[in-house]
């Protein structure tokens, strides 16, 4: 068996690890929902630890597959920019003389 084709195996193992072990915290999460409605800090500490399980599996996705996903931001979105009005008017303008 080829060096390439080993690796390949190991990556493709390690994403359906990935994947398996996101299926199984769905399941923790579909069965402790009741459970956290009823106490804050049991859903604090839940959420915390979900999230640094994602991190883990996110860096070992990147790492396996070379693809990084993008950071979701959150906060006020800035105002667009758009260049000045008779900016385009000349451009129009200098086209049609042409």
């Known amino acids: 068996m080829s060096l390439l084709r080993r690796e390949q195996e190991a990556k493709l193992a390690l994403i359906e690890s990935i994947a398996h072990s996101q299926q199984a915290l769905a399941r923790i999460l579909d069965s402790v929902a009741s ?6 800090v049991s859903a604090r500490n839940l959420a915390e630890n979900i999230r640094i399980l994602s991190r883990y599996q996110e860096e070992m996705s990147r790492m ?3 693809i990084r996903l993008a950071r979701i931001r959150y906060g006020e979105p800035g105002l667009p920019w758009l260049k000045h009005p008779d900016y385009a008017i000349r451009i129009v303008r200098d086209l049609q003389e042409e």
Do not use: I, K, L, Q
């Open 35 to 40: 459970v956290s409605a009823h106490s804050e």
């Open 64 to 66: 396996a597959t070379g």
